[in-house]
């Protein structure tokens, strides 16, 4: 079979909710006094996301899976500005991947790790005030950029009950790249991402 360590396994399925603060980085600051509500290029959106995850194959102490996710994110502050409040920045994403987790000789304790990719959108890079043109070159209001995001998360996942998980931390970093779009100010095409985030899982009886 060319994996003589797979055996088959029944499939385990579930879903979570969490909060997760991002701080995306690499925008440049459009005031004229250089005095953007968030500094240093750098903005932290935070907020819910909400995800499902599929294991479907045990390889040796690993159980393989996908995961898909997504959230929506925001920050009342600026990295491109001077303005802020309510939603001055928001970062909405869905993430498609492939996860590990593994079998540790503690049976509460699962460590996991997943690659995820997928689409976003998020007005960080974008001054105030950005616009793009229509056919006949007339400015239009433009608030928010397309993205191709990808993120590599590791966390763990400490089992409670035998369908209630909590995961009391996940680390994510990875990269958004700006795809579209004809603004006549844009900010950089490429930016920084890096997560930390927290969810209780619900998920069918366990068959480990």
Not at 41 to 46: D, E, I, K, L, T
Not at 116 to 134: D, E, M, Q
Request: hydrophobic content about 40%; glycine content about 16%; proline content about 5%.
């Amino acid at each position: 079979m060319g994996l003589g360590c797979a055996v088959a396994a029944r499939a385990q399925a579930g879903v979570y909710v969490g909060y997760v603060a991002t701080r995306l980085s690499g925008m440049k600051c459009y005031d004229p006094q250089g005095q953007c509500s968030s500094t240093g290029g750098v903005v932290n959106p935070a907020g819910i996301q909400v995800g499902a995850y599929y294991d479907f194959r045990t390889l040796g102490p690993m159980r393989l899976g996908l995961d898909l996710r997504g959230g929506t994110l925001h920050s009342n502050k600026s990295a491109t500005s001077s303005a802020g409040g309510n939603d001055a920045t928001g970062y909405d994403n869905l993430l498609l991947g492939v996860r590990g987790s593994f079998h540790t000789r503690y049976s509460w304790l699962s460590p996991y790790a997943q690659v995820s990719a997928g689409y976003a959108r998020s007005n960080a890079t974008l001054p105030f005030g950005a616009s793009t043109l229509n056919g006949a070159g007339v400015p239009v209001a433009r608030t928010e950029d397309n993205f191709a995001v990808y993120e590599g998360l590791a966390g763990i996942t400490i089992h409670v009950f035998p369908v209630i998980d909590l995961r009391p931390i996940e680390l994510g970093i990875g990269n958004m790249n700006r795809f579209g779009g004809t603004a006549t100010v844009d900010g950089p095409g490429s930016v920084g991402l890096m997560s930390i985030g927290a969810a209780v899982v619900f998920h069918l009886p366990s068959s480990q």
